[in-house]
T-cell receptor
Framework: DTGVSQDPRHKITKRGQNVTFRCDPI?????LYWYRQTLGQGPEFLTY????????KSRLLSDRFSAERPKGSFSTLEIQRTEQGDSAMYLC???????????FGPGTRLTVT | GEDVEQSLFLSVREGDSSVINCTYT??????LYWYKQEPGAGLQLLTY?????DMKQDQRLTVLLNKKDKHLSLRIADTQTGDSAIYFC??????????FGAGTRLAVHP
């Protein structure tokens, strides 16, 4: 299996702009997760999908954040009207099914200036 | 709520064993994981243990779980400079999201 891939790896944007990140899970993995990691901290859960259904969203996911997984394959995470506090590493993970180990991608580092 | 705590820093001499400790609060944790993160990289899954097990060994890695005390440890035998990284403990809440600690930075010196 190829691993989880994320695009772009780095994104610099100005405050107020919209950004979109993409995650491609490992083939045939039904579960896809998004986490956010700030400097010096562990990853924090944002949301997850079972196939195309978004089953849980964290309180961290404000109205400016939206995630999709059309057709149950790749996923996108969009942040509207970015703020400096959104600067972080956004990590995607996938697992074959519920309860299986989660494999992480390399992350997208977002810097909001 | 759920919480996972780890000591922040560990320094060991090359060739010695490293022991990284973790405590968690959620008694319904199903699995507990150890991940490794090198600078600028994503998380690499090292090993995991099911909550009804006491110990798991995988080559140089040994995981010990004390469920009564909600204490997890990772022992790395014969620690090498390539083991220098940040190690995260994570608790699986149900069969869904992971709750991570803040990470333990392991420094290996000659």
């Amino acid at each position: 299996d190829t691993g989880v891939s994320q695009d772009p790896r780095h994104k610099i944007t100005k405050r107020g702009q919209n950004v979109t990140f993409r995650c491609d899970p490992i083939s045939e993995h039904n579960r896809l997760y998004w986490y956010r990691q700030t400097l010096g901290q562990g990853p924090e859960f944002l949301t997850y999908f079972q196939n195309e259904a978004q089953l849980e969203k964290s309180r961290l996911l404000s109205d400016r954040f939206s995630a999709e997984r059309p057709k149950g394959s790749f996923s996108t995470l969009e942040i509207q009207r970015t703020e400096q506090g959104d600067s972080a590493m956004y990590l995607c993970a996938s697992s074959r099914k519920a309860g299986d180990e989660q494999y992480f991608g390399p992350g997208t580092r977002l810097t909001v200036t | 709520g759920e919480d996972v705590e780890q000591s922040l820093f560990l320094s060991v001499r090359e060739g010695d064993s490293s022991v990284i400790n973790c405590t968690y609060t959620d008694s319904s944790s199903t699995y507990l994981y150890w991940y490794k993160q090198e600078p600028g990289a994503g998380l690499q899954l090292l090993t995991y243990i099911f909550s009804n097990m006491d110990m798991k060994q995988d080559q140089r890695l040994t995981v010990l779980l004390n469920k009564k005390d909600k204490h997890l440890s990772l022992r790395i035998a014969d620690t090498q400079t390539g083991d220098s990284a940040i190690y995260f403990c994570a608790s699986a809440v149900g069969y869904n999201k992971l709750i991570f600690g803040a990470g333990t930075r392991l420094a290996v010196h000659p």
